[in-house]
């Protein structure tokens, strides 16, 4: 395991190099000048020309390049074009409201998709295994904005259940900044009003965010369900009388999660980064409305340093699911 955790710091590393290079690439090649932005449409060249420089834009690619790598490392991800401030403390500043956006939707996933997998299984061409597959093609197939916008009618414009954007009612103070989580505060401080106004805000967009990752993991473990059940240990153990529940779990879906578990890591990593569609919806002030923000405002730094953050985050994902294999299956260990 510490081999597999060693080896899995050093992919980190080419991983990061390898976003940096084709990110650095892709958003110097965008059409459109940010000094110009910056300046307004009636500077003149020389003020244009003065900012490029003091943002090292009049170097050539490589230079900034390198430069920019050279500044990563001693962990200075730059400064946002937009903001002016550190990008660090922008992510750090989103982060948390994109963390625990993606926290709801993942357990939203696992405890539907899980069952439900299950229960496809077990009741193959019945009505729940024909409601789960229309389900999960649903899942994959409808658009994250057309669901939100959908959803957002539904439970805000006509239901009026759920506000459509925000983390918390204009009207109440967040809890007391402690984790950057408003439920975890709220909790922590046992502010209940806050808590309240906190997860009515945070329940639709979950629902919409997790809505295409858990129709994928009811697939699979609908697909790994009935693989295990058809091996020669299943068909033993029934015959030496273990039915019901202790069948299920102890024996079949504790096998069935193994391969599930990389869809289950992966679905995690897919959560923040398509939270990026999900926040623009909702208005989520996550750090996707943030890059989206920038990318409009031509902010290379932001969009780095955005980039970057999140292949981290897969990175250390699949570490995870690694460990978990070892977990699930001690024969993975060896």
Do not use: C
């Not at 080896?7 to 084709?22: A, D, P, S």
């Not at 259940?161 to 408003?182: C, K, M, S, V």
Request: proline share 4%; aromatic share 12%.
């Amino acid at each position: 395991m510490q081999k597999t955790i060693l080896k899995r710091m050093g992919f980190l590393l080419f991983v990061v190099f390898g976003v940096t290079l084709v990110s650095f690439i892709l958003s110097h090649v965008i059409p459109g000048d940010p000094a110009s932005m910056m300046a307004g449409q009636h500077a003149s060249k020389e003020t244009v020309q003065s900012i490029r420089q003091q943002l090292g834009l009049d170097q050539p690619i490589w230079i900034q390049y390198f430069q920019y790598v050279g500044n990563l490392l001693s962990g200075d991800l730059g400064t946002s074009i937009r903001t002016h401030q550190p990008v660090l403390d922008d992510l750090m500043t989103y982060f948390p409201a994109t963390l625990e956006l993606a926290i709801a939707a993942f357990f939203i996933a696992i405890i539907i998709g899980i069952p439900l997998g299950v229960l496809s299984a077990l009741k193959k061409n019945t009505f729940w295994d024909h409601f789960s597959r229309i389900f999960s093609i649903s899942g994959v197939s409808i658009p994250v904005f057309w669901s939100g916008l959908v959803i957002i009618l539904i439970f805000y414009g006509w239901l009026g259940w759920f506000p459509a954007n925000g983390r918390i009612d204009e009207t109440i103070n967040p809890p007391t900044h402690i984790t950057g989580f408003y439920i975890l505060d709220s909790i922590l401080t046992g502010d209940s009003i806050a808590l309240k106004s906190s997860l009515k805000h945070i329940f639709l967009p979950a629902v919409v965010l997790s809505f295409a990752q858990l129709a994928i993991i009811t697939r699979q473990v609908r697909a790994s369900m009935l693989e295990v059940m058809r091996q020669e240990y299943i068909r033993t153990a029934i015959a030496n009388g273990i039915h019901g529940r202790l069948l299920i779990i102890s024996y079949a879906l504790r096998n069935a999660l193994i391969p599930t578990i990389t869809v289950i890591g992966t679905s995690f990593g897919s959560l923040l980064g398509g939270a990026v569609v999900t926040e623009t919806v909702f208005g989520w002030p996550g750090m996707g409305k943030f890059v989206v923000d920038s990318i409009a405002y031509l902010d290379f730094p932001a969009i780095m340093g955005f980039t970057i953050v999140i292949s981290i985050g897969y990175v250390l994902i699949n570490l995870v699911v690694d460990i978990l294999y070892g977990l699930l299956n001690p024969q993975m260990k060896e």
